[in-house]
């Protein structure tokens, strides 16, 4: 059974860092897009970063370009966001996605609805 395992959230104060890694169980291919998604209590859901798992070419939300990072090693089929200068605003569950239909030419669309495959979501809570 494929499954996206998702690591690394946790509490930090405003200014700090976290790295958040995800891995595709189960799949011995590669998924084209891979790609990290929030959601705050009483928000929709929001793309925060993607990427071409056949490139180098992340797709980040205006909100986080400059202090976040994407990032994947393909040996491993994991995909990690760094996230620095982390702000309140920041505090949400972050989920995991992947999915080979949702790239766009070498890049990769941040609509959760393009993906179909999710991990459990992982908290990050960011305090001023």
């Known amino acids: 059974q494929v499954q996206l395992v998702e690591s690394g959230g946790g509490s930090v104060q405003a200014g700090g860092s976290l790295r958040l890694s995800c891995t595709a169980s189960?799949?011995?291919?590669?998924?084209?897009?891979m790609g990290w998604f929030r959601q705050a209590p009483g928000k929709e859901r929001e793309g925060v970063a993607t990427i071409y798992t056949g490139g180098i070419n992340p797709v980040y939300v205006d909100s986080v370009k400059g202090r976040f990072t994407i990032s994947q090693d393909r040996a491993t089929n994991t995909v990690y966001l760094q996230m620095n200068s982390l702000k309140p605003e920041d505090t949400a569950m972050y989920y995991c996605?992947?999915?080979?239909?949702?790239?766009?030419?070498?890049?990769?669309?941040?609509?959760?609805?393009?993906?179909?495959?999710w991990g459990q979501g992982t908290q990050v809570t960011v305090s001023s």
């Open positions: 996605a992947a999915d080979d239909g949702a790239a766009f030419g070498a890049y990769c669309y941040t609509e959760g609805l393009e993906y179909k495959l």
């Open positions: 189960g799949y011995k291919y590669r998924f084209n897009c």
